[in-house]
């Protein structure tokens, strides 16, 4: 089955720098990679997606891009703000693969004043 | 509408003891799913269902038991309850049945079995 990878398990950043998350998955048929937000004590929200035919998506201070030849995808979050500490979660899954969604282990951002 | 929802919010349980943790949603999704969320392992798919009627296995299965009798309702019954099933667990529902596709999750119902 699918395996994916997440790194780093903890990033601390200053307020107003850039944040990048790092996931490697196993699969060369996965084709759908969405990135989950989970703030303390919540429930993990979509904040962005992405599909095999794109290399490249942004909305607003995120993006995520897509190295499907070296089977890994990143978060990119810019401009950091307190609002963005949370735990991230990549995820992956494919068309066909039994609807199942792996999550990477996840990261703890912590964005410091 | 309420999307998704879960009952309990916390439990605590003996060794031994069953329990049902009720999921339901009201955005006519056909998929829906468990997973469970421990410490430093991401989320675990413990079973889903691509709509009513079918059901199918996940990562971690093992002493987990669901039925999908209606598009709504997807309970998960823990048989016999063991401290390693202690763990926080999600529920979460998706438009498509095709893929796992912008999930929507419940509030999460925090399970500790002495």
């Known amino acids: 089955g699918e395996n994916v990878e997440q790194h780093p398990s903890t990033l601390s950043v200053q307020e107003g720098d850039s944040a990048v998350i790092k996931c490697t998955y196993s699969d060369s048929a996965s084709n759908y990679f969405p990135w989950y937000k989970q703030e303390l004590g919540k429930r993990p929200q979509l904040i962005i997606d992405i599909r095999s035919n794109v290399g490249e998506k942004k909305d607003q201070r995120i993006a995520v891009t897509l190295n499907k030849t070296a089977k890994h995808f990143s978060l990119h979050i810019t401009e950091t703000q307190p609002e963005d500490s949370a735990v991230y979660f990549c995820a992956a899954s494919f068309t066909g693969g039994g609807n199942k969604l792996t999550f990477g282990t996840g990261t703890q951002l912590k964005v410091e004043l | ?114």
């Open chain 2, 1 to 114: 509408n309420a999307g998704v929802t879960q009952t309990p919010k916390f439990q605590v349980l003996k060794t031994g003891q069953s329990m049902t943790l009720q999921c339901a949603q009201d955005m006519n999704h056909e998929y829906m799913s468990w997973y469970r969320q421990d410490p430093g392992m991401g989320l675990r798919l413990i079973h889903y269902s691509v709509g009513a009627g079918i059901t199918d296995q996940g990562e971690v299965p093992n002493g987990y038991n669901v039925s999908r009798s209606t598009t709504e309702d997807f309970p998960l019954r823990l048989l016999s309850a063991a401290p390693s099933q202690t763990s926080v667990y999600f529920c979460a529902s998706s438009y498509s049945s095709r893929l796992a596709e912008k999930l929507f999750f419940g509030s999460g119902t925090q399970l500790s079995v002495l």
